[in-house]
């Protein structure tokens, strides 16, 4: 009898699989359809575990839905333009085009051998010219349909790279990669129109109930609706056209407690007061080199600048506050200005503290605690819930005691009443800039041109395409800047509207444009429209959606965004508005951290392979020096902590690591990969085939009871299986099959009732370990191949159980077991009991003192 070697079973059945091209996605109306997508990857050039458990996840979903009798889709793509790309240009001396493609090269020949249910036929990146043709066009229809334009704008901006920075790409407020002080800079960018559809995009949340409630509860965040206050405060002595400062506020019954008013550097006070004040002028230069994000902005050391101006307050004109420039305030945000009441947020009251402004609780609990502290005796700021009960100090109803929200309405309504300000419903949401003065991005397809302004490119002249090389010399990355602005011949151009000299766009776009709508590129890829109608309209929605929590926001928002204006365009049906119909956010696989010090106290990270473990712990395997064990932490390449499944496919095969990832934990959790899992794994699927193999060598069937005692374990199998599946617990699925192979195993059933048993394993392995399952289906007499093979179904008659295993306590031990029939009377039940050996031998000739039958639960003898 044979073993079972992956590296002969996995590449065959591979081969079968291409050759009967079963993977290939059909429109087939006469079939219901299933489109199961993973986010698809970036090209860093190597697959790590976590891909394998990502992608096994939906390729357990595809397998069991096309024996199901659905039409599937299960493409794969490649997310392919961005900055690392360009770095390693900058890095290597190379071009961003050719490290991009090498990469994808070599991650397709890492995935094919996981033997993944893709159709490869479907495949394309994001840098192929023929997809951002179509992203080019959709931008000129979107354009058209005034869902996209272009203002002025404050942004992250690199002085050494020459380059806008995305908030995460400042650190202390310099350039990740220059290390140079960042600048806010304002530059003319253009905008998708989102906050248009911030309502709809937060109503439409409701309706999606395949979507873990987390991610819901994130976006619905950073949509941000909410109401509040808009009103301003006048001046005392401002500068001539600055009489007022608007605010908008979400906490207007706090007003009674302000203390300061600040303003955004950025402000066109702000502006206008640096023109002659250098310090004033100093202090906003420093202010704009710090990042715009609200993070950075909340860690930041609070800081202002005290303008000298005063407001008055709105309800009392003898109330002043001074002015302050402070740099925590974005333009972006509300009106660029805010009213401070440090008593009631903790930003506010770390400034009033730190400039010696007042602090003046206007509620306090209604309740307080042993321990609670006002504000302005030197607690903290007290934030409770807008639903919250509060006792108001200083409110504007009669009430002293009600809610937050009730607060604020009775400050709305008062503003209103007395025409000082009106009620306002705002987003959070901001619209999304797009532009990116980078070369390895989509281009923008408009010219600007000095008669005519900005005018888009002819259709037919699309795609506008990046230049490779500039006239025959290579492009030279390692210059500051975006190279298509130094690149004369791809940038002057005639104007697509008057012939004139113009110049092209040499801002690219933002890569999250380019994963918005890749899934509905994949209903028809080859297409010269974005879209082709018909095939959208079978394949769309995307049924199920894989991917990390890490994009629970923008690129989900900015996808639900995108399909709603490529609907307004004519590119999607209605149906697509929301383009994914389920989601599941899928756990991270995790491994030990092994690392040693250095003479200097440094870690030394080491990796897996290159330790051992030891009766005397874990060493390094070279030197033999003791490790220190980090458990269970995030892979990173780093920390060293990474397992290459290319190795792990090479040792144990696909199918091991597919059932591991699998197999450990419910898959919205992270699992930890550790040898003795993997090998566990192998171990036992080398016992499946084992099985498999010594039942091809069996004599002839011969039937009896025990025939149908696995017949119907059987069943029960394919239940509890195909309920595991479909309820995305796969680990709970694998842990059946882990017990239907005992069954198996110990069955003294026919030959011929084990082979079918056995037949019905490798259909229900077949989402999980597809090769083995391959092996075992042809092995075993099973027709054609497994892959296509129907789906099997359970028999409800097979899954009723005529009978009951009830323990046997004797004194409170479990002393064995009683199997009787499911609708025994307590007479026979006893009967059976005192008839057992067990309780024979306990009573030894006596009577029992009591005998308890709980009927289908278990039987208690005292004797």
């Not at 090498?102 to 495949?123: C, F, H, T, V, Y």
Request: glycine content about 8%; proline content about 7%.
């Amino acid at each position: 009898m044979s073993r079972l070697d992956p590296s002969v079973i996995e590449p065959k059945w591979q081969a079968a699989w291409e050759d009967a091209g079963i993977f290939r996605a059909v429109r087939d109306p006469a079939k219901p359809k299933y489109y199961v997508l993973e986010m698809f990857p970036y090209p860093s050039g190597r697959i790590h575990i976590g891909h394998v458990r990502n992608y096994t996840m939906g390729d357990v979903i595809a397998r069991y839905k096309s024996s199901c009798g659905f039409s599937v889709l299960h493409p794969m793509g490649w997310d392919a333009f961005g900055m690392p790309a360009e770095n390693a240009a900058m890095a290597s001396g190379g071009h961003p085009k050719d490290w991009t493609y090498g990469n994808i090269a070599d991650m397709r020949a890492q995935m094919k051998p996981l033997g993944l249910s893709i159709d490869w036929s479907r495949e394309f990146a994001t840098c192929d010219p023929e997809y951002y043709a179509q992203q080019q066009r959709m931008f000129i229809d979107m354009l058209d349909a005034g869902l996209i334009y272009r203002k002025n704008a404050v942004v992250n901006w690199d002085p050494v790279d020459m380059t806008v920075l995305a908030n995460e790409q400042v650190e202390n407020g310099r350039g990740w990669r220059s290390g140079a002080l960042v600048e806010r800079k304002e530059l003319t960018q253009w905008f998708f129109k989102i906050s248009d559809f911030s309502e709809e995009l937060l109503e439409a949340l409701d309706d999606l109930d395949d979507w873990p409630e987390k991610v819901r509860l994130m976006q619905a965040n950073w949509i941000g609706k909410s109401r509040g206050l808009q009103f301003a405060f006048d001046t005392v002595n401002a500068p001539a056209g600055f009489d007022k400062v608007e605010v908008y506020t979400t906490r207007p019954d706090t007003l009674m407690g302000a203390s300061f008013v600040g303003i955004s550097p950025d402000h066109p006070l702000a502006k206008a007061l640096e023109e002659d004040n250098s310090e004033i002028a100093a202090f906003c230069a420093e202010c704009r080199r710090m990042g715009t994000s609200e993070e950075e902005l909340e860690k930041a050391e609070k800081r202002g600048f005290d303008t000298g101006l005063k407001v008055r307050h709105p309800l009392d004109s003898n109330w002043e506050l001074p002015v302050y420039i402070a740099n925590f305030i974005l333009m972006d945000y509300g009106t660029g200005a805010i009213f401070g009441c440090p008593a009631h947020d903790a930003r506010d009251l770390e400034f009033a503290r730190k400039y010696e402004l007042p602090v003046v609780s206007t509620y306090a609990p209604v309740e307080p605690t042993a321990d609670f502290s006002a504000p302005e005796d030197g607690g903290e700021a007290y934030v409770p819930l807008k639903s919250e009960k509060v006792n108001y100090v200083k409110g504007f109803a009669g009430s002293k005691t009600q809610t937050g929200e009730e607060g604020i309405a009775s400050a709305i309504d008062l503003f209103e009443a007395k025409g000082l300000g009106q009620g306002v419903t705002k987003f959070r949401l901001r619209d999304w800039g797009l532009s990116r003065q980078r070369y390895w991005g989509c281009p923008i397809p408009v010219v600007h041109c000095a008669s005519c302004g900005v005018v888009p490119e002819k259709r037919e002249n699309l795609p506008v395409e990046l230049p490779y090389d500039e006239d025959g010399k290579p492009i030279d990355f390692s210059v500051p800047g975006n190279p298509l602005d130094r690149h004369p011949s791809w940038r002057d151009v005639p104007c697509p509207s008057c012939g004139k000299p113009a110049k092209r766009e040499t801002d690219t776009m933002d890569t999250f444009v380019d994963s918005s709508w890749y899934f509905a590129r994949f209903t028809a890829p080859r297409a010269t429209t974005p879209t082709v109608p018909e095939e959208a309209a079978y394949w769309m929605n995307v049924d199920q959606y894989i991917g990390g929590i890490e994009h629970a926001i923008l690129h989900l928002l900015y996808s639900r965004f995108y399909a709603r204006a490529m609907h307004l365009t004519g590119h999607l049906p209605e149906k697509c508005k929301e383009p994914f119909n389920a989601l599941f956010t899928q756990g991270m696989v995790t491994h030990e951290i092994y690392l040693t010090r250095d003479e200097n106290d440094r870690p030394v990270y080491h990796l897996p392979e290159d330790v051992e473990r030891t009766e005397s712990g874990v060493n390094v395997k070279a030197t033999g020096e003791a490790v220190e064990v980090i458990p269970s932490a995030k892979m990173s390449k780093s920390k060293k902590n990474v397992v290459d499944p290319v190795s792990i496919v090479t040792q144990y095969g696909a199918d091991t690591a597919r059932w591991f990832v699998m197999s450990d934990s419910p898959p919205e959790r992270d699992v930890e990969w550790t040898a003795s899992g993997a090998e566990a794994a192998y171990k036992h699927l080398g016992r499946v085939y084992r099985i498999a193999s010594e039942m091809v060598e069996a004599a002839a069937p011969e039937g009896g009871a025990e025939d149908t005692v696995l017949e119907k374990a059987t069943h029960r199998a394919i239940a509890d299986v195909t309920e595991g599946i479909e309820g995305f617990a796969f680990n709970t699925s694998i842990a059946k099959l882990y017990g239907f192979t005992n069954t198996v195993a110990k069955s003294k059933a026919s030959a011929g009732a084990k082979a079918q048993a056995m037949r019905v394993m490798a259909q229900l392995m077949s989402p999980m370990t597809p090769h083995l399952a391959e092996e075992v289906w042809s092995m075993l007499g099973g027709e054609g191949l497994v892959a296509r093979a129907p789906w099997p179904k359970a028999d409800p008659a097979m899954l009723v159980e005529d009978t009951v295993l009830l323990p046997i306590q004797i004194n409170g031990k479990k002393r064995g077991e009683l199997e009787v029939a499911k609708d025994a009377d307590k007479a026979t039940v006893e009967a059976l009991v005192l008839a057992h050996d067990a309780v024979i031998r306990a009573l030894d000739g006596g009577q029992p003192k009591k005998l308890i039958v709980v009927p289908g639960r278990i039987v208690n003898v005292v004797v």
